[in-house]
Every structure is written in C-alpha cells, then in structure tokens.
C-alpha cells in the first residue's frame, strides 16, 4: 500500500481558501485517493475521493494530476467549524479476499482562526 | 438513518484487568472494522470482518486482543489482559460491503468511539 506524506499543521483564517497537499509517490493502479475528516472526540468522517483529474461535491474539491503522485484537497471559504485533522488516504481493492484497506497516516490539523 | 453505535464512551481500568467493547453497525453494513487510535496518531485497522467471517487481522495483537462478531452483525472487541500501552480511543466502523471490484470503493462509517484509559 502507497505511503502518503502530508504536511503535520495548518493555520488558516476564516473567508480563506485553504489546499492541503497529499504526495503518495508510490501509488498503485488501482489505488484510489481518499480525504477524512476528524473532528475531537468524534470518528473520522467521509470527505471525498478521486481516482484521477478532479472531483468536487458540496463540501470540498479534490485535484489529483496526470500521474497521481500527489493530491490537493481544496476547502472553499473555511469557518471555523473546519477546525480538524484531515486524512489523505491512499488505499486500493486487494485482489486476495476481495475487500478494501485503507491506511491512515497522521494526517493535517487545520486550525481556522477568526 | 442510525449511525454506527459504541458503548461503553468511556473506560477506566487498571493494568493486567479485561475489558471489552461494543459495536453495533449501520443496518445492512456486511462489513465492520475496529481501529485503535492513539492519541496524536491516525488510526490503526485492527481488524475486519466481512459478515462474520475476519478478513484481516494482520495488526491485531492476537496475545491479548480477540475479537467477534457473531451472526454478521455486532461485534466485540476484548483486550486480557490490559497494558497501559492499550490506552487510546477504540473505534468502530461499517461500510456496505464489498466493493464492485479494482477502483471500486465503499466509504467508512465511524462511531463514535470508546476512550479506553489504563492506568
């Protein structure tokens, strides 16, 4: 499975659009490209995913290039309520068993300041 | 639509003592996954089911982690005996099941999470 590097913090203002970029060198063919969301004391939740090219849908944008060696998660006009880690990660259908695994690495604190 | 249920929130346990937790997923979820989150950490899969049977459990510490999930539908995750090393959030998930095939995807429902504390 593609390791996936992403930076540690993020600051932010509130109105501002922010890009947290994901670089997963190793990517396989079938991997897909997945971004979760955590807020404290909550689960991670489902943002978005992307295969290639770009994917958008009413929360966020993601951007993936030609050779998916990296991806940009695009966060339209953050609130505060944005405030939260976000996972990049890089995950594909594993032929043995049939079934999805995904890893998640440490992911991107985003802090949205007023 | 119910999301994915865990009991208990919170545990308080002494070192060397058992415990155990529960899940219970989305209706119609076939597949389930707990995750041990360290704080600071992102999750880590300790295990996955597919109905009941286990798919992976590559990462589970099998000395002193068992899990089940009877009928495909709970699950339990037991730790005997604790280490304080175990202290971190427990979490459940649930997806559809699975996917149509390579470049296929089912998305993760989680719950809420079990803060596990060992002292």
């Known amino acids: 499975l593609a390791k996936t590097t992403q930076p540690i913090s993020m600051d932010s203002y509130e109105g501002q659009e922010v890009n947290i970029t994901c670089s997963h060198n190793n990517i396989a063919t079938n991997d897909y490209i997945t971004w979760y969301q955590q807020f404290p004391s909550q689960g991670p939740r489902f943002i978005i995913q992307g295969y290639k090219t770009k994917v958008t849908n009413e929360v966020a944008s993601l951007f993936i290039p030609a050779d998916r060696k990296s991806s940009t998660l695009s966060l339209p006009r953050v609130s505060l309520s944005d405030t939260a880690v976000y996972y990049c990660?890089?995950?594909?259908?594993?032929?043995?068993?049939?079934?999805?695994?995904?890893?998640f690495g440490a992911g991107t604190r985003l802090a949205v300041h007023p | 639509e119910a999301g994915v249920a865990q009991s208990p929130r919170y545990k308080i346990i002494e070192k060397r003592q058992s415990v155990a937790f529960w899940c219970n997923p989305i209706s119609g979820h076939a597949t389930l996954y707990w995750y041990q989150q360290i704080l600071g950490q992102g999750p880590k899969l300790l295990i996955q089911f597919q109905n009941n049977g286990v798919v992976d459990d590559s990462q589970l510490p099998k000395d002193r982690f068992s899990a089940e999930r009877l009928k495909g539908v709970d699950s339990t995750l037991k730790i005997q005996p604790a280490k304080l090393e175990d202290s971190a959030v427990y979490l459940c998930a649930s997806s559809l099941g699975p996917p149509a095939g390579a470049s296929s995807y089912n998305e993760q429902f989680f719950g809420p999470g079990t803060r596990l504390t060992v002292l």
């Open positions: 990660l890089v995950g594909g259908f594993m032929f043995s068993g049939g079934y999805n695994k995904l890893i």
